[in-house]
């Protein structure tokens, strides 16, 4: 059996042919497959634009949760300690509830720093409210938190941020 020359290259370049359609046709199998794979997961743009919105709101509610802003955004000339304190708790208290849904598109320890950041501040709060005499005016509350948020590692909040920036560009890999 003699094939031609020309037979031989004409089966080369039909063999070639199929070669690509297979490796094509498996291509589209496999983004296919994967496509599956991210429905079943749940991993889609949407979802991906919704985890990325909880990010923002968590990063933004950490930012203000911080000792700093949180005195500095509730300063009053006239209110007392007492009166200051309760309202620095019922923001940290009434922000925190208002972003307790975005913990569903993040992990549980990251909602856990979430939770201890304001429980922590809480806790500050009180603990340097308990040090100040009971008539003293708004002013010396404000002074006290803002001299122990300048201490080392006072402020909780940059550790939560770390985290929050450091969970988003994972998602975004």
Do not use: C
């Not at 004409?10 to 490796?23: C, E, K, P, S, T």
């Not at 985890?51 to 911080?66: M, P, S």
């Not at 700093?68 to 208290?93: F, G, Y």
């Amino acid at each position: 059996m003699n094939f031609s020359a020309e037979t031989v290259q004409n089966v080369i370049l039909a063999a070639i042919f199929l070669f690509f359609i297979a490796i094509a046709w498996l291509l589209a199998e496999f983004n296919g497959m994967k496509e599956a794979i991210r429905e079943k997961l749940g991993i889609n743009n949407e979802t991906l634009k919704l985890k990325l919105q909880a990010y923002e709101r968590l990063t933004l509610y950490a930012e203000r949760a911080g000792l700093k802003n949180l005195v500095s955004r509730n300063h009053s000339d006239t209110a007392s300690a007492r009166e200051l304190q309760i309202t620095l708790l019922d923001t940290l208290k009434s922000e925190y509830e208002y972003n307790s849904s975005q913990q569903i598109y993040i992990s549980p320890e990251l909602w856990k720093a979430i939770t201890k950041l304001k429980d922590q501040n809480s806790f500050i709060i009180n603990q340097i409210a308990a040090n100040i005499p009971a008539n003293a005016a708004g002013i010396e509350l404000s002074k006290a938190l803002l001299e122990y948020s300048m201490t080392n590692n006072a402020e909780l909040n940059k550790i939560v941020l770390d985290a929050l920036n450091f969970e988003a560009k994972k998602l975004l890999k």
